[in-house]
């Protein structure tokens, strides 16, 4: 790949912004932009897991100081999220690229059409919980976060519909190196009817996780190039704590319509190439 160290920094920067703002994972973005940029789909999905790790480890802070993250469900969800990176990590090199690109670009449009098919905020603040911080309720799948300064509680529903779909978004992050982020935070929001707020900002918490798995398997592998991936991590450094803070500032809606919007548009580009 001959791609100059700076354009790398470029990409890896505004990927883990825009992945850690709408919780999909900067690789849903980065991958498709090199496949686009001819290269190798087997050298891109290292890095694509490389600004995934990143931009989490980066918009952590953050995230976690809004009380967004909810860490038992991003752990329940991740660990069945893993089992599926390893098998789509393994069967990666016996897809042909035509077809991984394919199967990206349609998992990028049904997550974009769970994020832009509903209307409104489901979750509403609740008086009771005002006096309260933010964050999750010890033991459980629910908790509470802020919206314009008052306190919304929320309860996950449909676990075993949420770790379906996780297993499937776990496949499909170890075959095409885009983290899953696309599919876990519409599955979290509109399958298990989690905020939209907290499900991105769990999602992008835990990708750690799933891409981490993933990257064991491409250094086995031999796939991940030192000097390309430490200018990808550069950039996703920076990306992921810039789209952390503007996460925290944006309303609900605008942050659903931001990810179905990125969502329809990496669909498009990655179908189109294939045609």
């Not at 990927?15 to 087997?42: E, K, N, Q, Y």
């Not at 789509?88 to 098919?117: E, F, H, K, Y």
């Not at 908790?143 to 996780?166: E, T």
Request: positive net charge; without cysteine.
């Amino acid at each position: 790949m001959d791609l100059p160290l700076v354009a790398l920094v470029l990409l890896g920067a505004m990927s883990a912004l825009l992945g850690s703002l709408g919780g999909i994972g900067g690789a849903t973005l980065l991958v498709p932009t090199l496949l686009a940029l001819d290269v190798d789909p087997l050298l891109a999905a290292p890095l694509g897991l490389l600004v995934v790790a990143a931009g989490s480890l980066a918009a952590a802070a953050r995230q976690l100081d809004d009380g967004l993250v909810h860490h038992r469900l991003g752990l329940t969800i991740e660990l069945t999220a893993s089992v599926g990176t390893v098998a789509g990590a393994l069967l990666a090199t016996q897809i042909p690229a035509v077809w991984l690109a394919r199967l990206l670009g349609v998992a990028a449009l049904g997550g974009a059409v769970a994020a832009l098919a509903r209307r409104g905020v489901r979750n509403l603040p609740v008086a009771a919980f005002d006096a309260d911080v933010g964050g999750e309720w010890p033991g459980t799948l629910g908790g509470q976060y802020s919206l314009a300064g008052r306190m919304v509680p929320y309860q996950a529903r449909n676990l075993p519909g949420g770790l379906a779909v996780s297993l499937v978004a776990g496949a499909i992050a170890g075959m095409s190196g885009v983290g899953g982020g696309f599919v876990k935070t519409p599955a979290m929001s509109e399958i298990m009817k989690v905020p939209v707020k907290v499900a991105a900002a769990t999602t992008t918490f835990t990708l750690g996780i799933t891409a981490s798995t993933g990257l064991l398997i491409f250094a086995v592998q031999g796939r991940i190039e030192v000097r390309n991936g430490a200018a990808i991590v550069l950039g996703a450094l920076a990306g992921g704590l810039t789209g952390a803070r503007l996460q925290s500032r944006l309303p609900a809606v605008a942050v659903r319509i931001a990810t179905g919007a990125l969502l329809v548009a990496v669909a498009l580009v990655v179908i189109g190439r294939t045609l």
